[in-house]
């Protein structure tokens, strides 16, 4: 990855401009999704976004070490978990605090005294510890010691001299912080979860906000023995642990005393002081080391603060702090970067009582990808909405729900407790509905009224399985836990851009919105304020938005409704409330099954369904919501007051089709093998009763769906704009409307048409439709090879009789 740094503001920061495309620089900016700070003078540090690529560790993962976060051992190494293979690479976007860090004492490994170095070196050989492998595989280099030593002063070397027999061993004394905040009612600390070392090195692993005290100056005569002074709690030779306390906070955080003062306080109870002696250090083998660790708690007071957003509160958004002078393309220069300049990662995980079973959380190294090997198109901004005010009341008495488990009630005691007293509020959903084509209906105001349907809370439940093989069920609001709940605004976002194409939906759609929830407009290819800008002007002057439109009159959503008089008429687009209002209401409930912990247990008395017999759970998640539509429609209040045909419309949704439109749209199937299965489905299950209205808002739902696949619900339909082949897209929304026809017609009339429409409206133009026995074979052939049909059909006219009579 590369970093690019803020301009124009700030001083001290030393970050040269990235040249790499994967970080552009970037105006202060607030942490995305959150209001703009008004604690101004409280602000900790320049606020910049970072942008890199996550490689996921693969199945061939071999563990060499203990748990980092057990070990103290662990946060010296660099690596105590290597990847042999990596599966896939996952692009990240977050805010970024510059801090001072330790770049005051930070120095380029050519500046250090070589003299004293090789003294230095030579003595690490006599006392008998080999360094041929330090700076390697996740050991720190000889440099980096002398450097921690005399420059830094965070720890001591002692023995090792004639009198010592020859024992060498380091001393350091840590502070290290547990900075805790609630978030959504749940207790969660603050984690540095990857490290980006000034080395190149790529470290893994959970570590808290921690710094080593600072000794005194010394010569290389002093403490040459291990003294008793050096275990005591007090250590004369160092700073107080209280001064570094304050100093960890503000070096590696970026935190100010101000900050400190205004928006923390001590947990009292929460300081211990202890000691490990003769620990290995995986960060300098062969050099046992004493550690003197103060621990300390600190809560922050209001996480609804607006000064706290800078530490991603109060969602509990993971952010990122730069130390020093670092720079990710001074990685590659010959001399690199200074030692003790360091980027890190920080999320908020939620904390872990004395008595609760820890995760094994081992250190990883991962490999960083080249910045002049990833591609443009990989850099993206963070775009997800800040979570409703109400969510933390409403979490928060579901997750005492799920600590109690005391609801056992079918088919899911969970959903029953979470959805408990639990009502939709319909007028809210109706006012949606009919001021969606309100030029002054904001997206911020539609997204504030999504708080209609209550069913979007169960996407920030999330379950984790303990390392005991039991279930323990954890709410958060992490990037990753996340997810769910910004997919789902997203479908309701692309949902709003659809039906006011005529206003601003178009650059909704391709484009996104500012900070200040604006849709953007774009007319230069080279528009730093999203991702991919070329891609994204092409969507929007290209698409057949005609098709979206289209397909939104025939599922019934919107209608023309024609007024004036004799000589003259207009006619003007208006929303249909109660489709609409379904639509809404299946979006807010269509994947709430991903969350595992409330799938439903099939009942003696509905078994078989779909395959899953009595006691059951059902895990296919659209199974699941058709199971509970089925039978259970009480436990969804977004569902259950819907009228009984618009109710069928939107159970027709979840149902397996079996259909592949891309055999359709490619015509790679004859009309059988495409729509036999789609036809019983409507015949067997749904006794004829779905009309082409309800198969058009089958494929609303399923566009939707897709538009909102990124959890970027502020950066457009990214989906579509960045990652579909446009093409293919409108290939797509044109064969929407002969798909709908299979509810009335035949298999094969509906394959005819398509395949005259393709045939008729083909670039360049292929003439008259065909008849006789090859008109079927040439139009099918036309649609397969696309861009090539006219070549391939002058093939086909050149073959001969018999291979001619097999196609």
Same mark, same amino acid.
């Given at each position: 990855g590369?970093?690019?740094?803020s301009?124009?503001?700030?001083s001290?920061?030393?970050c040269h401009p ?6 552009q620089?970037?105006?202060?900016v607030t ?6 700070l008004v604690?101004v ?10 942008v ?6 693969g199945?061939?993962t071999?563990a060499?070490?203990a748990?980092?976060?057990?070990s103290?051992a662990?946060a010296?190494?660099?690596?105590s978990r290597?990847?042999?293979k990596s ?5 990240k976007?977050?805010?970024?605090l ?6 005051v004492?930070a ?6 005294d070589k003299?004293?170095?090789a003294?230095?070196r030579?003595?690490?050989h006599?006392a ?17 010691l002398?450097?921690e ?16 027999g ?13 900075l805790?905040a609630e ?9 540095s979860?990857m490290?980006?070392m000034?080395d190149g090195?790529t470290v ?5 906000p921690?710094r080593?005290?600072?000794w005194?100056?010394?010569?290389d005569?002093e403490f040459?023995?291990c ?7 007090d250590?004369?030779?160092t ?6 306390c304050k100093k960890t906070?503000?070096?590696?955080l ?9 928006h923390?306080v001590e ?5 211990r ?5 003769n ?12 550690y ?7 809560r922050?007071r209001?996480?609804?603060h607006s000064?706290?957003q ?19 393309n001074c990685?590659?220069d ?5 030692i003790?300049t ?6 908020w995980?939620r ?5 609760a079973?820890?995760?094994s959380?081992?250190a ?6 080249p910045s002049?090997?990833k ?9 997800r909405?800040?979570?409703p005010?109400?969510?933390a ?11 109690e488990?005391k609801?056992k009630?079918p088919?899911?005691?969970l959903l ?10 319909w007028?809210l959903?109706?006012?949606?509905a ?10 911020s105001?539609f997204?504030?009224?999504?708080s209609?349907?209550?069913e979007?809370n ?6 984790k399985?303990s390392?005991?093989?039991?279930s323990a069920?954890n ?5 990753t836990?996340?997810d ?6 997203g479908?309701f ?9 005529d206003?601003d939906?178009?650059e909704?759609?391709?484009n996104?919105v ?13 528009d ?7 891609k994204r ?7 057949k ?9 025939d ?9 004036g008089g004799?000589? &003259?008429s207009?006619?003007?687009? +208006?929303v249909n409330?109660k489709?609409? $209002?379904s639509l !809404?209401?299946?979006? *807010?409930?269509?994947?709430i099954?991903?969350m595992?912990?409330i799938l439903p247990e ?10 899953y017999?009595s006691g059951d ?10 199971y509970?539509?089925?039978?259970y429609p ?16 939107v ?6 089709l079996c259909?592949n439109?891309g055999?359709f749209?490619q ?6 093998a495409?729509f036999?299965?789609?036809r019983?489905a409507?015949?067997?299950d749904? &006794?004829s009763?779905?009309?082409? +209205?309800?198969?058009?808002l089958?494929f $609303?739902?399923? !566009?939707?769906?897709l *538009?909102?696949a ?10 579509f704009?960045t990652k ?12 929407f409307e ?5 509810a009335?017609?035949?298999e094969t009339g ?7 429409m393709?045939?008729?409206e083909?670039?360049?133009?292929m003439?008259?439709v065909?008849?006789?026995d ?6 099918r052939?036309l ?5 090539n ?5 002058h093939?086909?006219n ?9 196609l």
């Amino acid at each position: 990855g590369s970093m690019g740094n803020s301009q124009g503001t700030g001083s001290g920061c030393g970050c040269h401009p990235a040249t790499a495309t994967l970080v552009q620089d970037l105006e202060d900016v607030t942490p995305v999704g959150h209001e703009k700070l008004v604690d101004v003078s409280a602000q900790p540090g320049v606020v910049t976004n970072l942008v890199y690529v996550e490689r996921a560790l693969g199945p061939q993962t071999t563990a060499s070490s203990a748990s980092a976060a057990a070990s103290t051992a662990a946060a010296d190494g660099l690596s105590s978990r290597q990847s042999e293979k990596s599966s896939k690479t996952k692009t990240k976007a977050i805010s970024m605090l510059q801090t001072a860090g330790l770049g005051v004492l930070a120095m380029p490994p050519e500046k250090l005294d070589k003299a004293r170095l090789a003294t230095f070196r030579e003595s690490l050989h006599l006392a008998g510890i080999d360094t041929s492998q330090w700076g390697y595989g996740g050991a720190k280099s000889v440099e980096h010691l002398f450097w921690e030593t005399y420059q830094q002063r965070g720890c001591i070397i002692v023995g090792g001299g004639k009198g010592s027999g020859g024992v060498m061993k380091r001393i350091t004394r840590l502070v290290k912080i547990k900075l805790v905040a609630e978030i959504f009612g749940v207790d969660h600390a603050l984690f540095s979860r990857m490290q980006f070392m000034h080395d190149g090195q790529t470290v893994e692993r959970k570590q808290v906000p921690l710094r080593k005290l600072v000794w005194a100056n010394s010569s290389d005569t002093e403490f040459k023995e291990c003294s008793e002074e050096f275990y005591a709690e007090d250590c004369p030779h160092t700073e107080n642990w209280k001064v570094g306390c304050k100093k960890t906070l503000e070096e590696r955080l970026g935190l100010s005393l101000a900050w400190q003062a205004q928006h923390l306080v001590e947990d009292s109870e929460g300081y211990r002081y202890t000691t490990e002696d003769n620990v290995k250090s995986d960060g300098y083998p062969g050099l046992n080391t004493l550690y003197c660790i103060h621990e300390v708690t600190f809560r922050v007071r209001d996480p609804e603060h607006s000064g706290v957003q800078v530490i991603g509160l109060p969602e509990g958004q993971e952010f990122a702090t730069a130390e020093g002078d670092f720079n990710f393309n001074c990685q590659q220069d010959d001399n690199g970067l200074a030692i003790g300049t360091q980027l890190n990662i920080w999320t908020w995980a939620r904390a872990a009582h004395s008595n609760a079973t820890k995760p094994s959380v081992a250190a990883a190294k991962v490999v960083s990808v080249p910045s002049d090997k990833k591609p443009a198109d990989e850099s993206r901004l963070i775009r997800r909405v800040p979570l409703p005010s109400t969510s933390a009341q409403i979490l928060a008495r579901m997750q005492a729900a799920v600590a109690e488990k005391k609801n056992k009630k079918p088919p899911s005691g969970l959903l029953w407790s979470c959805m408990e007293n639990m009502k939709t509020d319909w007028s809210l959903a109706k006012k949606m509905a009919n001021k969606m084509l309100d030029p002054k209906y904001t997206l911020s105001q539609f997204n504030h009224d999504l708080s209609a349907f209550p069913e979007l809370n169960l996407y920030l439940l999330d379950e984790k399985t303990s390392s005991a093989g039991g279930s323990a069920t954890n709410m958060s609001s992490g990037r990753t836990i996340g997810d769910e709940y910004q997919r789902t605004v997203g479908a309701f976002f692309a949902i709003y851009w659809m039906l006011r194409l005529d206003i601003d939906g178009k650059e909704g759609f391709a484009n996104g919105v500012d900070e200040s929830w604006t849709p953007i407009s774009l007319t230069d290819k080279n528009d730093m304020r999203v991702t991919q800008p070329e891609k994204r002007i092409a969507f929007q002057n290209n698409a057949k938005w005609d098709f979206f439109r289209k397909l939104l009159m025939d599922a019934g959503l919107i209608e023309e409704k024609k007024s004036g008089g004799f000589f &003259k008429s207009t006619t003007k687009i +208006q929303v249909n409330e109660k489709r609409l $209002v379904s639509l !809404l209401a299946l979006t *807010a409930i269509h994947d709430i099954m991903k969350m595992a912990m409330i799938l439903p247990e099939v009942q003696k008395e509905h078994e078989p369904y779909h395959g899953y017999a009595s006691g059951d759970v059902i895990g296919d998640h659209d199974h699941a919501l058709s199971y509970v539509m089925d039978h259970y429609p009480d436990m969804l209040p977004s569902f259950k007051d819907l009228e009984p045909a618009e109710k069928r419309s939107v159970q027709f949704t979840q149902c397996n089709l079996c259909f592949n439109h891309g055999w359709f749209v490619q015509a790679e199937a004859p009309p059988g093998a495409i729509f036999t299965k789609f036809r019983e489905a409507l015949i067997r299950d749904h &006794k004829s009763q779905i009309g082409q +209205q309800d198969v058009a808002l089958y494929f $609303v739902h399923w !566009l939707t769906d897709l *538009a909102g696949a990124e959890p970027t619900p502020l950066a457009g339909c990214e989906k579509f704009v960045t990652k579909f082949p446009l093409p293919v897209l409108n290939s797509f929304l044109r064969s929407f409307e002969f798909v709908e026809k299979i509810a009335t017609q035949t298999e094969t009339g509906v394959m005819e048409e398509y395949l005259q429409m393709r045939w008729s409206e083909h670039t360049p133009s292929m003439g008259t439709v065909p008849i006789g026995d090859s008109a079927i074979a040439k139009m099918r052939l036309l649609c397969m090879a696309q861009m090539n049909g006219p070549a391939v059909l002058h093939g086909f006219n050149d073959l001969v009789d018999e291979d001619r009579e097999v196609l």
